[in-house]
């Protein structure tokens, strides 16, 4: 199940590819200033997509629906109170004019009969006005107590009780009976008996010689009642029937981002599924909730079509360019073998180019089986299920098989592996990435050494750890670890071994990256290789 490791010759056979940004060799830089312009480009990068995301947006709309009302409000009110205050400043001029011809009347007689006293209220109470006369004797009368003498419209006496209340609950019929005055702006609201919504608008109080009068203003008209007179504004019937409209439209709006935001995480959810279940498992189309949706899921799934010819066309491409060169490989290794048989032993620097020829041809078959085996890896990636793979079992087998084929070189195998860490890959991915790294261990360690492996979880990530006990890496070197097609081979190796193609780590980089991961090399400090694997975490 594994590739061949980069472990074999201190020199590259092609061109190496360019550096991954996730895989690193050496620590970063200790310049101080080698770090900052990337930490600031990042933090300009994230504070962009915050910026642009849709989460900040709706936050702000959120805020704006709070505030906008807020505001609205506070003009509103102001602007109502403005105009209640003029309507109430006329009332009360109304009052007090109506109150100066009572005076004028009672001044020449205090005795006038009720019934005259109403007929001159009744001229003045229209469109709703209603006018009420009280009066308490200086003398003999009860203390602070006014007896009602007129009204208009006429009033039932057992339905004045309720005006009594409200003046009294206000201090106003304090404030009349000890030193009958009264100059304060009212504004009161009650109900009668009877269940009828009156406005006390004004009260003026009129001295005459024998007590003291207060005529009562009051106001019943369905114009004066319909605002906010006596009333907190917010309780009237067109911010109540505004505030119902306004949360019926945020509650729409918020059905819609919601709505939104659930089509969103299906797909996300579709696409997750996608990615797990390979080729076939689901289509963006078939689980489409919304309408509007349908060009889009379309497109996904068109997109998804590509990359499964496209996984097809890289396994059939390997398959073929394997088979065509393998023939050409074939015919030159049997056309060798006559060679051989005619050459003299004798000749040395005829035998050594033979030998560096069958050298040639193992590196070449050695290069286009992994070339085959990489690109049936790669079309995998895009079409096999992604499974939730238990990585302490995958590492535990491979130690297994890795202590048994060392055996006669007395490696010690040392683990610290954590329970049931489980990562999302395709079957086999993270065999191949687990032998290889210990393949390379392997070769690099000397007999008798040790190899330690050490495997932990994290807070969503996984780190794989595998520490062995060689000669390290060359640092004028080590940058090159992953690079395709270069090797390395510790000192001691002899002619007679197989051709490495200097592929291993390199694609131990190109799985792990691919699984979202990233891997590093480090020279440990006491000798020795440090190679550290990191992967994301399923739950």
């Known amino acids: 199940m594994s590739d061949p490791r980069s472990s074999a010759y201190e020199t590259s056979f092609a061109p190496s590819t360019p550096d991954s940004g996730r895989s690193r060799i050496s620590p970063p830089s200790d310049i101080a200033g080698a770090t900052r312009q990337p930490r600031l480009d ?30 609205l409000y506070g003009q509103f009110e102001r602007a109502d109170k403005q105009s209640r205050d003029l309507v109430a400043d006329s009332l009360r001029r109304n009052g007090w004019l109506v109150a100066q011809a009572l005076a004028a009347r009672l001044e020449q007689r205090e005795d006038v009969p009720p019934v005259e006293l109403n007929a001159m209220l009744a001229r003045f109470a229209d469109n709703g006005t209603i006018l009420k006369l009280m009066f308490k004797p200086s003398q003999g009368g009860a203390a602070g107590g006014f007896y009602f003498v007129a009204s208009a419209p006429r009033v039932p006496a057992d339905q004045m009780g309720a005006d009594l209340d409200v003046l009294a609950r206000h201090g106003i019929l304090k404030s009349l009976g000890d030193s009958c005055t009264w100059d304060k702006p009212v504004e009161i609201r009650y109900r009668q008996m009877d269940g009828a919504e009156e406005i006390l608008t004004s009260v003026i109080p009129i001295q005459g010689r ?81 309408p509007e949706l349908a060009s889009v899921a379309g497109d996904f799934d068109r997109l998804v079509q590509d990359l499964h010819r ?78 939730r793979i238990n990585l302490t079992h995958v590492v535990a087998d491979a130690l297994h098989n890795a202590r048994d084929i060392s055996i006669d070189r007395q490696i010690r195998f040392i683990r ?45 990530r996984v780190d794989l750890v595998i520490d062995d006990e060689g000669p390290g890496i060359d640092p004028n070197k080590i940058e090159h670890i992953f690079d395709r097609n270069f ?22 980089r190109h799985h792990v990256e691919a699984l979202g991961g990233s891997v590093a090399a480090s020279n440990r400090s006491g000798g020795g290789l440090r190679m550290h694997v990191r992967l994301p975490l399923v739950p």
């Open 310 to 387: 496209a996984a097809a066309n890289i396994r059939g491409t390997a398959e073929e360019n394997a088979h065509s060169v393998k023939a050409p490989l074939a015919v030159i290794r049997s056309a060798l073998q006559p060679l051989k048989a005619v050459t003299p032993r004798e000749d040395q620097r005829a035998q050594r180019a033979l030998q560096l020829i069958e050298t040639a041809l193992s590196r070449l078959s050695a290069l286009i089986s992994a070339s085959q085996r990489l690109g049936n890896d790669t079309a995998d990636f895009i079409e096999a299920p992604k499974l």
């Open 416 to 460: 610290h592996l954590d329970e049931n860490v489980r990562v999302l890959a395709p079957d086999g991915i993270l065999d191949i990435i687990v032998e290889n790294i210990l393949d390379n261990a392997i070769g690099f360690c000397q007999p008798g050494g040790t190899i330690e492996t050490t495997l932990t979880r994290s807070a969503g």
């Open 210 to 290: 024998r007590g003291c009068w207060a005529l009562v203003s009051a106001d019943n008209s369905s114009a004066l009642l319909n605002t906010a007179f006596g009333r907190p504004y917010w309780q009237t019937d067109n911010i109540r029937m505004a505030a119902f409209i306004y949360l019926a439209f945020a509650g729409l709006a918020l059905l819609v981002v919601l709505k939104a935001r659930g089509a969103l995480r299906h797909f996300r959810r579709v696409a997750g599924d996608i990615r797990r279940g390979g080729a076939g498992a689901a289509r963006f189309t078939d689980r489409n909730p919304l």
């Open 487 to 508: 090797s390395f081979r510790p000192a001691g190796t002899t002619a007679g071994e197989p051709a490495h193609a200097g592929l291993g780590l390199w694609i131990v």
């Open 42 to 71: 990042g933090l300009r990068r994230r504070t962009g997509l915050a910026l642009s995301s849709l989460t900040f947006r709706l936050f702000i709309l959120v805020c704006i629906f709070v505030a906008l009302p807020v505001i």
